[in-house]
């Protein structure tokens, strides 16, 4: 008998198996979005498929991509507009899906390669607000003997304006960015003459580097992992 229960009898039946499932997947549920960036993670697959398998194949490694965005709740810093890790996330995002449409990804597959990205620079002209839409237009500016170099801007669709901007260098390794292109278009292909601000970019970032290696103790030949 329960105390001041009214004769009710506690029946001592534990919860039922379904229930106990339940509350160990929402934990798990909880502790993986508490622990690593689990939307992330799902968001990356479900993009590259989306790219391969809804999207139209990219004949032109240098035709620009479009990749749709929104402004969410968990975007937001304290100021209430996307705050700047947002946006080098969100351009992994198109960046990932440029690769699989124009058939990089396929062609690294192939070859035994794979891509890192080296180095990135943003600007921030105008803050994107919650739930304002934008585009990702991810371009091939070219590429050297190591790397390609990416151009990516951030697109408010209401008026054209360009809210950021980003430049990437993506290293490529286990094989070149001339023998990739060489792969898709089955033939030797010269990259276009790169931008005069991406050429000082280029020379910024290998300045740097050499001032590192030199902190470090390293051979000005050594070159960066």
């Known amino acids: 008998m329960l105390p001041g229960g009214g004769g009710r009898r506690y029946s001592g039946v534990p919860p039922s198996f379904a229930a106990v499932m339940l509350l160990l997947l929402l934990g798990a549920g909880a502790a993986l979005f508490c622990l690593l960036d689990a939307w992330f993670l799902l968001r990356l697959p479900l993009a590259l498929l989306h790219a391969l398998w809804l999207q139209p194949r990219l004949r032109d490694v240098l035709q620009e991509q479009s990749w749709p965005g929104l402004v969410l709740p968990s975007d937001l ?3 209430l507009h996307m705050n700047n890790a ?3 996330r969100e351009a992994d995002l198109a960046r990932s899906a440029y690769l699989a449409r124009c058939g990089i990804l396929d062609a690294l597959r192939a070859l035994g390669g794979s891509v890192v990205l080296a ?3 943003a600007r921030h002209r105008r803050s994107l607000r919650l739930f304002e839409r934008f585009a990702v237009r991810t371009r091939l500016l ?4 190591r790397a390609f170099y990416l151009e990516q801007r951030f697109v408010s669709p209401r008026h054209g304006f360009v809210c950021a901007l ?6 490529v390794v286990g094989s070149s960015p001339g023998r990739l292109v060489q792969h898709l278009y089955q033939r030797q292909v010269n990259s276009p003459e790169l931008p005069e601000e991406v050429q000082h970019w280029i020379s910024y970032n290998e300045a740097s580097s050499q001032k590192l290696r030199a902190e ?5 030949n050594t070159k960066d992992e």
Do not use: P, Q, T
């Not at 980003?166 to 290293?171: A, G, K, S």
């Not at 470090?216 to 000005?220: F, K, N, P, Q, V």
């Open 86 to 88: 947002r946006y080098l």
């Open 77 to 79: 810093d304290w100021l």
């Open 216 to 220: 470090s103790g390293l051979g000005i």
């Open 142 to 145: 070219g590429w050297d003997g």
């Open 166 to 171: 980003l430049l990437c260098r993506l290293h």
């Open 119 to 121: 180095a990135s620079c």
